[in-house]
């Protein structure tokens, strides 16, 4: 009994995950970025339409040539199905936080004789806590991303989440498992050598402080148009905001097929790791963008089954074609 209720609870992961606060799709996020979604059509075209302003809000929310473009629909496909395989699969095996930070909080008290400077933490010391916690998550994020595109073989993967023809929030589901287990690997690694470092520092019953389980400033960006991102509405930040947080559009010219914007804006909530990098990218403007692969390589990206083959497939052949010193077939 307890197997086959196990199997339902697989089966109709993909179908709750709106009601979790810790899924980025979660009916909270996805309502807050309709709001501001409904806030950018009233300030640019709203105030034009008044007799028929209900049927054009619709429009503009919910277009017809992006939900229902041949990539979206793949994408929720995939999503239902690489949900299931990765909880099933790709979850138990991740690298958690946890045994990283017992461990450095280990060698760091043995090498550096470390006393806890902290006896009694509070509200004040779990704050900065919190953050830095956020901080290390998102320089772990940045590190993979960056890798993804900069590694040939690591790119491969990546391609899957690239090959989009469209954007809507489902295409955040669009990523292979290898790159879903090495993302989490790298990102368990920094979040865990920060927490292991500050409790080994500071002490260990420093507290995170959560909305809903939610790191509470992860919730709060989340809140702040996250599903915008992979949509069709565009909202830019200011300059010198857009130098500080990755803004929707910010990470919507990261998608496009324009040689200018390739290998831009690889961060996921700041964007200083990008500064650093040199490549940030900041629009000033409205960029009409065009999504997917060079060369219209995308199109090979049309099924499921390819999604998940794709990048193995081509490994293989430039690996046949390396040993052998022959050009490798087109797919």
């Known amino acids: 009994m307890d197997i086959v209720m196990s199997a339902v609870a697989l089966l109709i992961s993909p179908l709750v995950q709106p009601g979790s606060s810790t899924q980025r799709i979660y009916w909270l996020y996805l309502l807050a970025a309709i709001g501001i979604a409904i806030c950018i059509f009233v300030r640019s075209k709203g105030s034009h339409l008044r007799r028929s302003f209900a049927l054009n809000l619709i429009a503009f929310l919910l277009p017809k040539e992006v939900l229902a473009h041949r990539s979206a629909i793949l994408d929720y496909k995939y999503f239902f199905i690489s949900a299931i395989a990765v909880t099933a699969l790709i979850g138990p095996v991740l690298l958690g936080a946890k045994p990283t930070s017992d461990f450095i909080a280990g060698v760091a008290a043995d090498l550096f004789n470390a006393t806890p400077m902290v006896a009694n933490p509070s509200l004040v010391h779990d704050v900065p806590y919190t953050f830095l916690l956020l901080l290390a998550l998102d320089g772990g994020l940045f590190f993979a991303h960056y890798l993804l595109h900069k590694t040939p073989v690591l790119w491969e993967f990546h391609k899957v989440h690239h090959s989009a023809e469209v954007l809507n929030p489902i295409t955040i589901y669009r990523i292979h498992p290898i790159e879903v287990l090495f993302t989490g690997t790298i990102s368990a690694i920094f979040i865990g050598t920060a927490d292991g470092l500050l409790r080994a520092f ?63 804006n690889f961060g996921y909530i700041f964007a200083f790791w990008d500064h650093l990098m040199r490549s940030l990218y900041i629009p000033t403007r409205y960029e009409k963008l065009q999504y997917g692969l060079s060369g219209e390589e995308h199109i090979k990206f049309n099924s499921v089954c390819q999604l998940y083959i794709r990048p193995f497939s081509t490994l293989w052949s430039r690996y046949i074609s390396t040993r052998t010193g022959s050009v490798p077939r087109q797919h």
Do not use: M
Request: no cysteine; proline share 5%; glycine share 2%.
């Open 202 to 264: 500071f002490t260990n019953e420093l507290s995170v402080i959560t909305i809903l389980d939610v790191n509470i400033f992860l919730f709060l960006f989340y809140l702040a148009g996250f599903n915008l991102r992979h949509s069709h509405v565009w909202l830019s930040y200011p300059a010198f905001i857009s130098r500080i947080f990755i803004s929707p559009a910010q990470h919507q010219v990261h998608h496009s097929l324009d040689p200018k914007h390739y290998d831009k």
